[in-house]
């Protein structure tokens, strides 16, 4: 995939563990484990709001696009 969430960096930035941000974001920890390793499917605006806030970022600081060379050319 082409999208690179960067969460557990921004995590790491401030210092803080999955189960705090769980509990400011309101979300579970497995969810938020899911969504920090990538392999969720998508992510809901108010709960990137949340995280942004609880991490004091921007959404780009945890989305990063990153050219995929394994997809067909157009």
Do not use: H, W
Not at 19 to 42: C, D, F, W
């Amino acid at each position: 995939m082409a999208i690179v969430i960067n969460l557990d960096v921004m995590m790491a930035k401030r210092k803080m563990s999955l189960n705090e941000l769980s509990r400011q974001v309101g979300i579970t920890t497995v969810n938020l484990s899911i969504l920090k390793t990538g392999k969720a499917k998508g992510v809901r605006f108010d709960t990137l709001e949340a995280i942004c806030i609880s991490l004091e970022c921007q959404p780009g600081d945890l989305l990063e696009y990153k050219i995929d060379n394994m997809e067909p050319d157009n």
